[in-house]
Protein backbone atom coordinates (compact mmCIF):
# COMPACT_ATOMS: atom_id res chain seq x y z
CA UNK A 1 0.00 0.00 0.00
CA UNK A 2 1.51 3.15 -1.10
CA UNK A 3 -0.06 6.48 0.32
CA UNK A 4 1.03 10.41 -0.39
CA UNK A 5 1.00 12.95 2.17
CA UNK A 6 0.45 16.92 1.35
CA UNK A 7 1.47 19.53 3.76
CA UNK A 8 1.66 23.22 3.51
CA UNK A 9 -1.25 24.70 2.36
CA UNK A 10 -3.25 27.51 3.99
CA UNK A 11 -4.40 30.83 4.03
CA UNK A 12 -2.48 33.50 3.11
CA UNK A 13 -2.58 37.09 1.66
CA UNK A 14 -2.30 38.09 -2.17
CA UNK A 15 1.72 38.23 -2.86
CA UNK A 16 2.64 35.92 0.01
CA UNK A 17 4.34 32.80 -0.04
CA UNK A 18 3.64 29.24 0.40
CA UNK A 19 5.88 25.75 -0.22
CA UNK A 20 3.77 22.47 -0.36
CA UNK A 21 5.49 19.27 0.17
CA UNK A 22 3.93 15.76 -0.49
CA UNK A 23 5.79 12.61 0.75
CA UNK A 24 5.68 9.01 -0.65
CA UNK A 25 5.17 6.44 2.03
CA UNK A 26 4.63 2.67 2.16
CA UNK A 27 6.25 -0.49 0.46
CA UNK A 28 7.29 0.57 -3.11
CA UNK A 29 10.56 0.27 -5.07
CA UNK A 30 10.77 3.91 -6.70
CA UNK A 31 8.53 6.94 -7.71
CA UNK A 32 8.66 8.25 -11.18
CA UNK A 33 6.69 11.31 -12.46
CA UNK A 34 5.58 13.08 -9.80
CA UNK A 35 2.93 15.80 -10.28
CA UNK A 36 1.16 18.88 -8.70
CA UNK A 37 -2.89 19.57 -9.77
CA UNK A 38 -5.28 21.84 -8.53
CA UNK A 39 -8.83 22.07 -8.61
CA UNK A 40 -10.77 25.78 -8.00
CA UNK A 41 -14.28 25.56 -6.53
CA UNK A 42 -16.47 25.05 -9.68
CA UNK A 43 -13.77 24.01 -11.84
CA UNK A 44 -12.20 20.94 -13.09
CA UNK A 45 -8.79 19.56 -11.91
CA UNK A 46 -5.81 21.05 -14.04
CA UNK A 47 -2.08 19.85 -14.25
CA UNK A 48 -0.09 22.63 -12.42
CA UNK A 49 3.65 21.05 -12.58
CA UNK A 50 5.61 17.61 -13.58
CA UNK A 51 8.94 16.66 -12.28
CA UNK A 52 10.54 13.43 -13.73
CA UNK A 53 12.52 11.40 -11.46
CA UNK A 54 15.37 12.61 -13.49
CA UNK A 55 14.36 16.58 -12.60
CA UNK A 56 12.80 17.91 -15.77
CA UNK A 57 10.34 20.17 -14.89
CA UNK A 58 7.06 21.40 -16.94
CA UNK A 59 4.19 24.24 -15.82
CA UNK A 60 0.70 25.09 -16.94
CA UNK A 61 1.09 28.54 -18.80
CA UNK A 62 -0.79 30.31 -15.69
CA UNK A 63 1.96 29.02 -13.02
CA UNK A 64 5.32 29.39 -15.36
CA UNK A 65 8.20 31.46 -13.82
CA UNK A 66 6.09 31.93 -10.72
CA UNK A 67 5.95 28.21 -9.23
CA UNK A 68 8.75 25.76 -8.91
CA UNK A 69 8.19 22.38 -8.68
CA UNK A 70 11.31 20.10 -7.34
CA UNK A 71 12.11 16.73 -5.57
CA UNK A 72 14.00 15.00 -3.03
CA UNK A 73 14.62 11.39 -4.57
CA UNK A 74 16.13 9.80 -1.62
CA UNK A 75 12.58 11.09 0.84
CA UNK A 76 10.74 10.13 -1.90
CA UNK A 77 9.03 13.45 -1.88
CA UNK A 78 8.32 16.70 -4.28
CA UNK A 79 7.80 19.91 -3.13
CA UNK A 80 6.06 23.47 -4.74
CA UNK A 81 7.22 26.63 -4.17
CA UNK A 82 4.40 29.13 -4.25
CA UNK A 83 5.86 32.94 -4.49
CA UNK A 84 3.60 36.15 -4.92
CA UNK A 85 -0.01 33.92 -5.22
CA UNK A 86 -2.91 35.66 -6.24
CA UNK A 87 -6.68 35.11 -5.40
CA UNK A 88 -6.81 32.77 -8.51
CA UNK A 89 -4.36 30.52 -7.12
CA UNK A 90 -6.88 29.73 -4.70
CA UNK A 91 -7.79 25.75 -4.95
CA UNK A 92 -7.60 22.61 -3.27
CA UNK A 93 -3.82 21.18 -4.44
CA UNK A 94 -3.31 17.36 -4.96
CA UNK A 95 -0.06 15.40 -5.03
CA UNK A 96 -0.30 12.86 -7.84
CA UNK A 97 2.49 10.27 -8.58
CA UNK A 98 3.64 6.85 -10.77
CA UNK A 99 5.28 4.48 -8.03
CA UNK A 100 6.50 1.36 -9.14
CA UNK A 101 5.05 -1.03 -6.52
CA UNK A 102 5.38 -4.97 -7.22
CA UNK A 103 5.44 -5.58 -10.90
CA UNK A 104 3.74 -2.05 -12.77
CA UNK A 105 3.54 1.29 -12.07
CA UNK A 106 0.20 2.65 -10.05
CA UNK A 107 -0.92 5.86 -10.38
CA UNK A 108 -1.13 7.43 -6.51
CA UNK A 109 -3.12 10.68 -5.18
CA UNK A 110 -2.81 12.26 -2.20
CA UNK A 111 -5.36 13.60 -0.30
CA UNK A 112 -5.30 17.25 -1.21
CA UNK A 113 -4.32 20.59 0.71
CA UNK A 114 -6.30 23.74 1.11
CA UNK A 115 -4.51 27.16 -0.40
CA UNK A 116 -6.62 30.29 -0.01
CA UNK A 117 -5.33 33.23 -1.22
CA UNK A 118 -7.03 36.54 -0.04
CA UNK A 119 -7.45 39.68 -1.94
Excluded at 6 to 11: I, Q, Y
Excluded at 37 to 58: C, D, F, H
Amino acid sequence: QVQLVESGGGLVQAGGSLRLSCAASGTFFRVNTMRWYRQAPGKQRELVATITSGGSTNYADSVKGRFTISRDNAKNTVYLQMPSLKPEDTAVYYCNAQVLSGIAYVEVWGQGTLVTVSS
